[in-house]
């Protein structure tokens, strides 16, 4: 096996190893491995991604399941308008971005750069939410819930996903936790099926008949990720995710930065 190759896997069952830790944040840093680590091309690593997180977040909503840590009726609340959304994100905006989306005699903005981009800004939000914890107001769960609220923000999640291949479970969970009024146990379980299938759907967009994809990478670095989820899991009983969430969102934090600096300015 080559070196890279060996690396990106490592790297690939730390990400789920997190996901098990902390429920979220992991699967953001799927991108940056599959288009730094393994060198693929950004447009396709965000369609890998949809997959690996897909299937991770499946089998981690499995085991949330198991615990009775999933609230069903807001997965079909939340899902309905975040599949459609992420599913005509990658079937229909992604694609008709143009190559060049702006130019000068100096500089040239190319539609990988932008995906790029656009991926890192969320990362920076993503580790905003990690560093600066929730202050959660309890309430009654299921009590005076605002459906159009809930409706919009299922689109914006599935278009945010969609165009930059993340989970967004960073997004779901406090949709979960303040419109949705669910503790904040089962929002992590929910959130996970949510994942799932919004991601999943979102990678059905994405398969045509012009599109080659490396099922070998994509497979292998999925069953890493799910080695890592089960890992996970088994440490979170023996180390302080709160302290670790902490930790990891200023590792997030600082791979967005690189990011923006690495496209937009070192080259």
């Known amino acids: 096996m080559e070196l890279k190759l060996?690396?990106?896997?490592?790297?690939?069952?730390?990400?789920?190893?997190?996901?098990?830790?902390?429920?979220?944040?992991g699967s953001i840093l799927s991108v940056p491995i599959l288009v730094y680590v393994l060198g693929v091309e950004p447009i396709i690593a965000t369609a890998y991604s949809l997959f690996i997180v897909g299937t991770t977040a499946l089998f981690g909503g499995i085991q949330k399941a198991q615990q009775k840590l999933v609230d069903y009726k807001k997965v079909v609340l939340f899902g309905i308008p975040t599949l459609l959304s992420v599913f005509v994100t990658r079937r229909i905006i992604v694609p008709r971005i143009p190559e060049v989306i702006f130019s000068t005699s100096s500089f040239i903005l190319h539609k990988s750069v932008f995906i790029m981009v656009v991926f890192a800004i969320v990362m920076i939000?993503?580790?905003?939410?990690?560093?600066?914890?929730?202050?959660?107001?309890?309430?009654?769960?299921?009590?005076?819930?605002?459906?159009?609220?809930?409706?919009?923000?299922?689109?914006?999640?599935?278009?945010?996903?969609g165009f930059v291949g993340a989970g967004g479970g960073f997004l779901i969970i406090p949709a979960?936790?303040?419109?949705?009024?669910?503790?904040?146990?089962?929002?992590?379980?929910?959130?996970?099926?949510?994942?799932?299938?919004?991601?999943?759907?979102?990678?059905?967009?994405?398969?045509?008949?012009?599109?080659?994809?490396?099922?070998?990478?994509?497979l292998t670095f999925t069953l890493c990720s799910i080695i890592g989820v089960f890992i996970g899991s088994f440490l979170s009983k023996k180390i302080d995710g709160d302290k670790l969430k902490t930790g990891f969102g200023w590792f997030v934090l600082a791979m967005g930065v690189y990011i923006i600096l690495k496209e937009l300015f070192i080259k």
């Open 6 to 25: 060996f690396v990106g896997y490592l790297f690939a069952t730390i990400v789920g190893i997190t996901l098990g830790l902390i429920g979220s944040g």
């Open 125 to 161: 939000f993503a580790s905003v939410r990690m560093i600066k914890p929730f202050q959660i107001v309890i309430g009654e769960e299921n009590q005076n819930l605002n459906y159009r609220k809930i409706f919009f923000q299922g689109i914006l999640i599935g278009l945010i996903a």
């Open 176 to 218: 979960l936790l303040f419109l949705a009024k669910t503790p904040m146990k089962k929002a992590v379980g929910t959130s996970l099926f949510i994942v799932a299938a919004q991601s999943l759907i979102g990678f059905l967009g994405d398969l045509r008949s012009d599109q080659i994809l490396d099922w070998n990478l994509l």
